[in-house]
């Protein structure tokens, strides 16, 4: 039942549960880290859609999904650019649109590294990528699996329009979006991108741009192969053939130059250029004179200092952010209209009504179900400590000075609980936890709610969790998980924490009964 699963259902209670321990059933390891943490909205996608966890998929499902692999359905531009055939499918079962990544079948022998590698990329999880959401190891095959991004790639936009070219206050929006990205893996510690370029960008449903989480696997198990052309290729690769994150910065730097002339414009040449003072022979002639002197000065200074020759003397990312943060110009126009396109509609499937509890619920049930995290606060204020009893037994010699602090903590959280001073409510009730000769599952419940009221449902589960496993059949330690669960979409889960909260009160009260 619940979340810990029935060996904790008989027996004594614990003394004290490891830092961290958790128990085994519904544990959220579907969330990622930045939905765990307070940027999930930022951090985690497009705004209005979720990106699914990572998983592995059949070759039959991706077979299906790109109808078998079919020519026409091939997105990748350019063979020369992307020798490892990149399709657009459907999945099934989801409806969502997939870009499938297919590798040759001597690029990576070792199915096990493969599936390592795309497990280590698809724990990014940023609005600034195209997010990589699964692979595929069957036989021969080595897949990957992307969101698809329905609007091209820069190099389309910029070498191939059709109808008009990239505004500058766009260019600057794409170098900004790009730069941000890059700072992301490189904070995540995966600062390694292979062959970044202009195909490597791309846009999504808005027309805002993002980073291929597919250079973020090299092409091969050695990685010895860069698929641009040389001219464009970092020196100190053809030097040692090893991509390093200033490597990273120079093809970065390549880009600026793209977004600046409009066309591919070698490095060495560009840098002429720049070193003779022509930064009018640079810019794109099809701007026709649109963009700001001193903006186009500052994104060629920041180019040149991307590709110079010493890796070291490159800027990181953070400079990169930092320079072209202050650039955004026409922040509030959206990308789409900027770019002079549509906004695409994502087919999506029909909303599933919420499941509904199926037993009737008490006071505290209700709150749970509204979400009313203030009511929920006074039903456990009025509770106080009461469905504590039995859980602790202490001799006389426990009585220490440290127990008597310990106590001392938990009066100051719990006058800060009632005060609504949920912060210093965590702080105080933390240090009860943490000294661990008492366990208080009311205290592990008080600290569930903070963590809500201070948005912070990840940290709110866990805390419901260990009220359980204090506490195997204590209904608020359920409810408290189903508001949690709720706060991080997994309505599902939280349906059934009510219905097992309200199974055990009705329990309860048939037990209570003369």
């Known amino acids: 039942m619940g979340c810990c699963g029935s060996s904790l259902r008989a027996g004594t209670h614990p003394a004290k549960k490891p830092p961290g321990a958790l128990p085994p059933r519904r544990p959220p390891a579907t969330l990622n880290h930045h939905q765990a943490t307070g940027s999930s909205a930022a951090r985690a996608g497009t705004a209005g859609r979720q990106v699914p966890p990572m998983k592995e998929f059949s070759l039959a499902e991706l077979r299906a999904a790109t109808g078998g692999f079919a020519a026409e359905n091939i997105v990748s531009e350019s063979g020369e650019k992307a020798p490892n055939f990149v399709y657009k499918g459907r999945l099934e079962a989801t409806r969502r649109a997939i870009a499938v990544k297919k590798f040759t079948k001597v690029a990576w022998p070792d199915a096990k590294q493969f599936a390592e590698e795309a497990k280590g990329a698809g724990k990014l999880r940023h609005c600034r990528m195209a997010n990589l959401i699964g692979y595929c190891c069957d036989g021969d095959e080595r897949l ?127 840098l002429e250029m720049i070193k003779g003072n022509n930064i009018q022979v640079l810019m794109d002639s099809h701007l026709e004179g649109n963009y700001s002197t001193e903006e186009a000065t500052t994104l060629v200074d920041l180019a040149s200092q991307c590709l110079q020759y010493e890796p070291r003397d490159r800027p990181n990312t953070k400079k990169l952010v930092s320079v072209l943060g202050p650039l955004q110009i026409k922040s509030e126009v959206p990308s789409y209209v900027m770019l002079g396109i549509p906004k695409h509609e994502e087919e999506e499937e029909p909303p599933t009504p919420a499941p509904q509890p199926q037993h009737p619920l008490s006071a505290m049930g209700e709150a749970c179900s509204r979400m009313d995290l203030t009511a929920i606060h006074q039903i456990l204020v009025n509770t106080h400590y009461r469905d504590d ?117 009705e329990k309860r009260q048939k037990n209570s009964k003369p």
């Open 389 to 505: 009893e039995g859980t602790n037994e202490l001799s006389f010699q426990e009585w220490t000075q440290q127990m008597r602090d310990m106590l001392e903590a938990r009066k100051r959280g719990d006058f800060a609980f009632r005060d609504k001073d949920f912060k210093a409510a965590i702080d105080c009730y933390t240090q009860f936890v943490d000294v661990g000769t008492m366990v208080s599952p009311t205290v592990y419940a008080r600290r569930s709610l903070c963590h809500l009221m201070c948005d912070q449902p990840d940290a709110a589960l866990r805390d419901a969790m260990q009220a359980q496993c204090v506490y195997p059949d204590w209904p608020t330690a359920f409810y408290m998980q189903a508001v949690a669960l709720s706060k991080l979409n997994m309505q599902s889960d939280a349906v059934d924490m009510l219905n097992e909260a309200s199974q055990l009160e």
């Open 144 to 270: 990957l699996v992307a969101e698809f991004m329905p609007n091209d790639t820069l190099a389309k936009h910029l070498f191939h329009w059709e109808n008009q070219t990239i505004e500058w206050a766009m260019r600057l929006r794409v170098a900004y979006y790009i730069a941000e990205a890059l700072e992301y893996c490189s904070t995540e510690g995966r600062p390694l991108y292979h062959d970044l370029n202009a195909y490597r960008v791309l846009f999504d449903e808005n027309g805002d741009p993002r980073l291929s989480c597919f250079g973020l696997m090299k092409n091969s198990r050695d990685g010895k192969s860069y698929s641009t052309n040389l001219a464009y290729t970092p020196p100190e690769y053809l030097r040692n053939g090893r991509v390093t994150s200033e490597s990273v910065i120079y093809s970065f730097g390549t880009i600026l130059l793209d977004l600046l002339s409009g066309k591919r414009i070698p490095p060495s040449r560009a």
